[in-house]
C-alpha cells in the first residue's frame, strides 16, 4: 500500500512541474472512456456480458483482499486472475477469432462512427422495402408502410408497439401476416429503423375522396397530409400497390416506378447538394471529354 501511495504522490508531482502534460492525460482519459464505453454496449446483449460483470467482480474483490490485508485470499485470487488470461483466451478461442475476423467490417468500423453514408443506407433501405412490398403484393396482404422524412412521427410511433429494428424484408413481411397480433396498423419507419408496428393513422375525411378507397387508403392519405411522410399501401383485395404523398394518391403502381419514387422523394429531393457532389467529378471529367471531342471534330472540318 506504501509502495501505491509513493506512486500516486510522484505522478502528481510529475502534473505539477508541468501542467502541459495534463492534455495528453485528457486525451488519454476520452479515448480510453470512449473505446470502454462501446465495448460495453457490443458485449451487454451477448454471452459475453456475464463473463465481463465476472471479471469485474474478480478485480474488486482482489483489490479490496490486499486492501485490508487478507493476504491468502489476496493471494489465491491473484494467482486466479494471473492464470484467468490464459484460461479465458482457451474458453473464448471462437468469439475471439470472430472478432478478429471482423476488423474492418461494418459491425466493427460500428464502433468508431465509420458506418455506411446515410444516402447508402437510404437507398438500401428503399430497395428491401420495395423488395417485402412486391412480396406482398403477389399473395394480396394487405400493408400500410410509412417513411418519415424530415417531420418526426414519434406520436404516431406511440400509438403502436416499438420495435426498433433494422429495415428487413423477410420482417416487414412478416409483420403484415394476417390474423397476427401486429398486422392491424402501420409500420413507421424512421432514421433507417423500423421504430413500430400496429400504429394507428389519421384517416382522410374529404368528401372528394374515391369512396371506393378502403380505410387503409384513407389512413395512408390522411397521414401523407398531416406531415411530409411518403406512405406505401398495398390493397387486401386486389394486391395494387399504391403511393400517397402530399395528400395525394398515386394508385397502381409497379415495383420500378415505387423504387424511383421513393429514391427521388426520400433521397434526391432532400439531399441534393449531396447527390450532386457525390458524382460531380465524374460529371465533369465528362463535360472535358466531350469539349475536346467537339474541339476535334471543328478543328478537321
Known amino acids: 500500500m506504501i509502495d501505491i ?34 465495448l460495453l454496449k457490443i458485449v451487454k446483449d451477448s454471452r459475453a ?4 460483470k465476472g471479471i469485474a467482480l474478480l478485480i474488486i474483490a482482489t483489490w479490496l483482499s490486499g486492501w485490508l490485508n487478507l493476504n491468502i485470499l489476496n493471494y489465491i485470487l491473484s494467482a486466479v486472475m494471473n492464470w484467468g488470461v490464459i484460461l479465458l483466451i482457451i474458453i473464448f478461442q471462437p468469439e475471439i477469432r470472430r472478432a478478429l475476423e471482423q476488423l474492418g467490417t461494418n459491425k ?8 455506411k453514408d446515410i444516402l447508402t443506407r437510404m437507398k ?27 417531420i418526426k412521427l414519434k406520436d404516431i410511433a406511440l400509438t403502436g408497439v416499438a420495435i426498433d429494428s433494422e429495415v428487413s424484408p423477410q420482417l416487414l413481411v412478416n409483420i403484415f401476416v394476417p390474423n397476427t397480433p401486429l398486422h392491424d396498423g402501420a409500420v413507421i419507419v424512421s432514421d433507417n429503423r423500423i421504430s ?7 384517416l382522410a375525411g374529404d368528401t372528394d375522396i374515391d369512396t371506393g378507397l378502403g380505410t387503409r387508403h384513407r389512413a395512408a392519405i390522411g397521414m401523407s397530409k398531416e406531415s411530409d411522410a411518403i406512405v406505401v399501401v398495398v390493397s387486401e383485395e386486389t ?8 395528400g395525394t394518391l398515386i394508385a397502381d403502381v409497379r415495383e ?12 434526391t429531393k432532400r439531399f ?30
Open 239 to 246: 394486391g395494387k400497390i399504391s403511393i400517397a404523398k402530399d
Open 5 to 38: 501511495k509513493e506512486k500516486i504522490l510522484q505522478y502528481l508531482q510529475i502534473y505539477q512541474e508541468n501542467p502541459l502534460n495534463f492534455i495528453p492525460l485528457i486525451i488519454d482519459l476520452v479515448i480510453v472512456i470512449f473505446l470502454g464505453y462501446n
Open 196 to 202: 413500430a408496428a400496429a400504429c394507428m393513422l389519421p
Open 256 to 267: 420500378d416506378v415505387l423504387k424511383k419514387i421513393l429514391i427521388s422523394n426520400i433521397v
Open 124 to 150: 438500401e433501405d428503399i430497395y428491401k422495402i420495395a423488395i417485402a412490398v412486391e412480396e406482398l403484393a403477389k399473395t394480396k396482404t394487405g400493408a400500410l408502410i410509412v417513411i418519415e422524412r424530415d
Open 108 to 115: 466493427f468500423t460500428k464502433l468508431f462512427g465509420m458506418d
Open 272 to 301: 441534393p447538394e449531396k447527390e450532386n457532389n457525390k458524382g460531380g467529378t465524374f460529371e465533369k471529367i465528362k463535360e472535358q471529354i466531350k469539349k475536346i471531342k467537339n474541339k476535334k471534330t471543328k478543328d478537321q472540318v
Open 49 to 52: 456480458w456475464q463473463l465481463v
